[in-house]
């Protein structure tokens, strides 16, 4: 009954009226009901149907989840893709050493045989999506134990996505939206054979680096292409020589035309997660009380990081990756929380929190159902801040030194120390994953910064971190080391086995229960054991216990907010599934005083051009280019222009990095890579003067492929409209 009447609520807010251009990542099969008469509105030439259709090819069939974590899409009949240049990131490094540096340098395929294959790189479709929020539903009731009541939800879910791929090589994926308030069912398929066509060269790819990162005015190339392989039926297979190139349904023609204010856009992509019906108590833990936390401990892995890779050029090499993951997120953060205090957030939501008390107060039905969940919230929100504080000190700060983090790929082995006979066929089944890991991991190991991380982090684990909250060997630390992290380090890196290579390969090729004995005791293995028990044994289930009663309490909030705002179209958080996100090109005001133009240039290149800092070396044929002002038909047609990146209110986040930027004719003018800073706090609250999406202008691309890297075989394949 509850159900039928929130399914209604959601339905009946269909004929609305107080739509929103900016805000709003939306389901591509209720875009025709929802979004089509807005957006049509904006500018949009085309119709929901040629956005998503599973009758018929649309865009979405050239729309690829990549690699998990980022979008791609397809601009060439013969699979080709493109994506960001940090999204390929991993691929191209796994491919560039000293001697072949594609990081450095670039890399084009010049024919199909040159394409490089990757290893566990893969592509997933959306084949359809269905509502299945009464299947996975059936049964169950709000009165049943959390237990039980999850039981009957998982069996259900189960029984819809066997039902959903029965005599098919497809996947499915269901997942719960607005809390569990409605659940859809995504049938998948994934290419497994997924090859590195191109990539420019870093300067161009990451120009800016992290010091640009989130920040506009923008100038980083960022993109890098692949091609997706086939069998000769043109369905998934793993890779193979005699695989071909897909042959996709759809693939996205790309304007030439550019791009003015106001122009309509939308993003068509996977954003990862947002949280935007959290009450303020829940947004005061993230941002004011944990964020700078985190921001602390990352700073100061980063700044090792950094002194070491501008001292030498290998470990510039190993730990580039490594860097730009925790950078990014670290500066993210510092944004988000600068945001969220800027725009008054909390105070915001705790004003509307009034409203809505005083709201489910005017009627006895909604005084039972709502009355009491705002101090609710406040008292669980309390309870479980600081088991989210201990979990960050654990994962940031524990976990954050390498080759304890790296022992836990080897704590199975440890266990058969325990065990009377070792298992001599599966040890032989485990041994080249292991022998690979330990290849993959000595590749981009760097001692010096890891010894100098451990002690600046277990400092902090030591000094800060709730009584409660500590891993059993700061007893140890206590007791032996009086309390000196330095000696310990010491200790830590002289016994251990998980800094010396050969001594880690013997081990695993000659393994023995001698070994495993000795392995057990493993000081580095001994940190991470504790660190699990601690978080198995006091953090994870209280987590989850408090996460469950908070989910229960949000999805009836997320009910509340419905009920008392009939004519508000809602939309549902990220949760990784395919989304529409549209809006304008629009220029934005950052800060008092200052006006950011929506685009920014070649010129802006040269401007900040510096050849002594690394991240603005420009390449000196890119420079030629500028010079002889050899733009082709990559110019912009107005001013005659290279224009690199522009900025547009679509409501995005992490994973929308790839996403195809199309205009009001379904054609591709752009790709999404990243947001203002300003705009940081929109995975929590979005303000549709500050956030601001950050799209490559695809002539930008383009003119990289043709003119810098002269691959223009790969412009030729694509279909180009001028
Ligand atoms: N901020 C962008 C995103 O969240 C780009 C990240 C990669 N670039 C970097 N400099 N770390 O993914
Ligand atoms: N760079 C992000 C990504 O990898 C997108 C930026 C954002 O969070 O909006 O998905």
């Given at each position: 009954?509850?159900?039928?009447f929130i399914?209604?609520?959601i339905?009946?807010l269909?004929?609305n009226?107080?739509?929103k251009?900016?805000?709003?990542?939306w389901?591509p099969?209720l875009?025709?009901k929802?979004?089509?008469?807005?957006?049509?509105?904006?500018?949009m030439?085309i119709?929901?149907k040629d956005?998503?259709?599973?009758n018929?090819?649309s865009?979405?069939?050239?729309?690829?989840h990549?690699?998990g974590g980022?979008t791609?899409?397809i601009?060439?009949?013969?699979g080709l893709v493109?994506?960001?240049h940090?999204?390929?990131?991993?691929?191209i490094?796994?491919?560039?050493?000293i001697?072949?540096d594609?990081?450095?340098?670039?890399?084009?395929?010049?024919?199909?045989k040159?394409?490089?294959?990757?290893?566990?790189?893969?592509?997933t479709f959306?084949?359809r999506?269905?509502d299945?929020?009464d299947?996975v539903l059936n049964?169950v009731?709000?009165?049943?134990?959390?237990e039980?009541?999850?039981?009957?939800?998982?069996?259900?879910?189960?029984?819809?996505k066997?039902?959903a791929t029965?005599?098919?090589?497809y996947?499915?994926?269901?997942?719960p939206?607005?809390?569990?308030n409605?659940?859809y069912?995504?049938?998948?398929e994934?290419?497994?054979?997924?090859?590195?066509v191109?990539?420019p060269p870093?300067n161009?790819g990451k120009?800016?680096?992290d010091?640009?990162?989130?920040?506009?005015p923008r100038?980083?190339?960022?993109f890098?292409?692949?091609?997706?392989y086939?069998?000769?039926?043109?369905?998934p297979?793993?890779?193979s020589?005699d695989?071909?190139?897909?042959?996709p349904?759809?693939?996205?023609p790309?304007?030439?035309?550019?791009?003015?204010?106001?122009?309509f856009?939308?993003?068509?992509?996977?954003?990862?997660?947002?949280?935007?019906y959290?009450?303020?108590?829940?947004?005061?833990?993230?941002?004011?009380?944990?964020?700078?936390?985190?921001?602390?401990?990352?700073?100061?892995?980063l700044?090792?990081?950094?002194?070491?890779?501008?001292?030498n050029?290998?470990?510039?090499i190993?730990?580039a990756?490594?860097a730009?993951?925790?950078?990014?997120?670290w500066?993210?953060m510092?944004?988000?929380?600068?945001?969220i205090k800027?725009?008054h957030a909390?105070?915001?939501?705790?004003n509307?929190?009034?409203?809505f008390?005083?709201?489910?107060?005017?009627?006895?039905?909604r005084k039972?159902?709502?009355g009491?969940l705002?101090?609710?919230?406040?008292d669980l929100?309390?309870?479980?801040?600081?088991?989210?504080?201990?979990?960050?000190?654990?994962?940031e700060?524990g976990l954050?030194?390498?080759?304890?983090?790296?022992?836990g790929?080897?704590?199975?082995?440890?266990k058969?120390?325990k065990e009377?006979?070792?298992?001599?066929e599966?040890?032989?089944k485990?041994?080249?994953?292991?022998?690979?890991?330990?290849e993959?991991?000595?590749?981009?190991?760097?001692?010096?910064?890891?010894?100098?991380a451990f002690?600046?982090?277990m400092q902090?684990?030591?000094?800060?971190?709730?009584a409660?909250?500590?891993?059993?060997?700061?007893?140890i630390?206590?007791?032996?080391?009086?309390?000196?992290?330095?000696?310990?380090a010491?200790?830590v890196f002289?016994?251990?086995i998980f800094?010396?290579?050969?001594?880690l390969?013997?081990?695993?090729?000659n393994?023995?229960?001698?070994?495993?004995?000795?392995?057990?005791?493993?000081?580095?293995l001994?940190?991470?054991n504790?660190l699990?028990?601690?978080?198995?044994?006091?953090?994870?289930?209280?987590i989850?216990?408090?996460?469950d009663?908070?989910n229960?309490?949000?999805?009836i909030?997320?009910q509340?907010?419905?009920?008392?705002?009939?004519?508000?179209?809602?939309?549902p958080?990220?949760n990784?599934?395919?989304?529409i996100?549209?809006?304008?090109?629009?220029a934005?005001?950052?800060?008092d005083?200052?006006?950011?133009k929506?685009y920014?240039?070649?010129e802006g290149?040269?401007?900040k051009?510096?050849p002594?800092?690394y991240?603005?070396?420009?390449e000196d044929?890119?420079?030629?280019?500028?010079?002889?002002?050899d733009?082709?038909?990559?110019?912009d047609?107005?001013d005659g222009?290279?224009?690199v990146a522009?900025?547009?209110?679509?409501?995005?986040?992490?994973?929308?990095?790839?996403?195809?930027?199309?205009n009001?004719?379904g054609?591709l003018i752009g790709?999404?890579?990243d947001?203002c800073?300003?705009?940081?706090?929109?995975d929590?609250?979005?303000?549709p003067?500050?956030c601001r999406?950050?799209t490559?202008d695809?002539r930008y691309?383009?003119?990289?492929?043709d003119k810098?890297?002269g691959?223009?075989?790969?412009?030729e394949?694509?279909?180009i409209?001028?």
């Open positions: 009954m509850k159900k039928n399914v209604a609520v339905f009946s269909l004929a009226l107080g739509l251009a900016d805000e709003g990542m389901l099969s875009l025709e929802l979004n089509e008469k807005e957006m049509q509105d904006l500018g030439r119709s929901a956005i998503y259709d599973i018929n090819s865009i979405k069939d050239a729309i690829v990549f690699g980022c791609a899409e601009v060439s009949d013969q493109i994506t960001n940090h999204c390929g990131f991993g691929a490094q796994k491919h560039s050493s001697e072949h594609y990081l450095t340098d670039g890399f084009w395929a010049m024919s199909k040159e394409e490089l294959p990757n290893k566990d790189l893969t592509v959306l084949v999506m269905d299945v929020t299947a049964g009731d709000d009165k049943m134990k959390a039980e009541r999850n039981k009957k939800i998982s069996e259900n879910i189960k029984a819809v066997e039902n029965k005599d098919t090589h996947g499915a994926i269901v997942k939206f607005f809390y569990g409605q659940y069912l995504f049938v998948t994934t290419f497994k054979d997924v090859r590195l191109g990539a870093s161009i120009f800016g680096g010091t640009d990162n989130w920040v506009w100038h980083t190339g960022d890098s292409i692949f091609r997706i086939a069998n000769k039926d043109n369905q297979a793993e890779y020589e695989n071909v190139p897909y042959t349904k759809h693939h996205l790309i304007s030439l035309k550019g791009i003015k204010e106001g122009d856009t939308f993003v068509f992509g996977y954003p990862g997660r947002t949280q935007e959290l009450p303020s108590f829940a947004v005061e833990n993230i941002a004011i009380k944990r964020n700078p936390n985190k921001i602390n401990l990352r700073n100061k892995r700044s090792i990081f950094k002194r070491y890779q501008n001292a050029d290998t470990v510039r190993q730990y990756s490594k730009a993951r925790v950078a990014n997120y500066k993210k510092i944004g988000e929380s600068k945001g800027r725009l909390i105070n915001k939501k705790e509307f929190q009034k409203k008390i005083q709201w489910a107060n005017e009627t006895p039905q039972e159902k709502y009491n705002i101090p609710e919230f406040k929100y309390e309870e479980i801040l600081p088991y989210e504080i201990g979990r960050d000190f654990l994962f700060a954050g030194v390498e080759i304890v983090n790296f022992s790929k080897f704590r199975n082995l440890a058969l120390s009377k006979k070792i298992d001599k599966k040890l032989e485990d041994k080249p994953k292991l022998i690979a890991a330990i993959g991991f000595f590749k981009d190991y760097y001692e010096p910064i890891d010894r100098e002690v600046a982090l902090d684990y030591y000094d800060n971190a709730p409660e909250f500590k891993p059993a060997f700061f007893s630390i206590k007791e032996k080391y009086d309390g000196n992290i330095s000696k310990y010491k200790h002289e016994k251990s800094n010396k290579k050969e001594k390969e013997d081990l695993v090729n393994f023995s229960k001698s070994k495993a004995k000795k392995l057990a005791k493993d000081p580095a001994i940190m991470f504790d699990i028990n601690l978080y198995y044994s006091r953090i994870n289930k209280e989850n216990r408090l996460s009663e908070l229960k309490l949000q999805k909030y997320v509340g907010l419905m009920e008392m705002q009939k004519d508000k179209t809602f939309y958080d990220a990784s599934t395919l989304r996100s549209y809006g304008k090109v629009s934005f005001k950052p800060a005083g200052v006006q950011y929506y920014t240039t070649l290149i040269m401007e051009e510096n002594e800092i991240d603005y070396v420009v044929r890119l420079k030629d280019l500028y010079n002889s002002k733009y082709g038909q990559y110019a047609p107005e222009k290279i224009h522009f900025i547009a209110n679509n409501h995005t986040t992490g994973g929308n990095s790839g996403s195809p930027v199309l009001a004719d054609q790709v999404n890579f947001r800073w300003e705009s940081t706090m929109s929590l609250v979005y303000d003067d500050l999406n950050i490559l695809i691309c383009l003119f990289i492929i810098f890297a691959a223009k075989h790969l412009v394949e694509m279909s409209i001028k």
